[in-house]
């Protein structure tokens, strides 16, 4: 793909998510003269641990996108069992699952997704993950806690 197709896939990826925003979540460029490197947010879902707090991701498109997945790390601290203490994210399809026909809209959706839904059983960070499978409503409060100390 030569730059300027990887540059157009970009530019209509901001497009399609200030057309149609997917739920709770939002990204676009850092600046204007610089379309690799994004902000975006996460609304905590709803009936989540993380409802109503604020967590903001850095996203950047390697050189290699659409045919690479997006390196995409929280910048809030979040206690989840899917993401580590320095934001490293383990996602399925920011690794081996990645596939050009995704884009970034699909993958805030799963993000939002992994925070209703998480995954213990392939942490990145063993102590919730311990805590979920042993005491689930421990979990919730202690996710809750961070939420709102790092979140709000």
């Not at 610089?34 to 604020?54: A, K, Q």
Request: glycine share 6%; net charge negative; charged share 25%.
């Amino acid at each position: 793909m030569t730059d300027f197709m990887r540059r157009t896939r970009i530019l209509n990826e901001l497009k399609k998510i200030k057309e149609s925003p997917p739920g709770n979540c939002s990204a676009g460029p850092v600046s204007e003269d610089d379309i690799d490197h994004w902000n975006g947010t996460i609304i905590g879902p709803t009936d989540s641990p993380f409802e109503g707090g604020i967590f903001k991701v850095v996203i950047s498109f390697p050189k290699e996108y659409p045919y690479k997945a997006p390196y995409i790390k929280f910048l809030t601290p979040i206690y989840h069992p899917n993401v580590d203490k320095n934001g490293m994210i383990c996602l399925d399809i920011l690794k081996g699952q990645w596939s050009p026909a995704l884009d970034i809209t699909k993958v805030l959706i799963s993000l939002c997704s992994l925070l209703v839904d998480p995954n213990p059983d392939d942490p990145l960070w063993t102590e919730p993950a311990n805590l979920i499978r042993s005491n689930p409503e421990e979990y919730a409060r202690v996710a809750r806690e961070w939420t709102v100390e790092h979140a709000s």
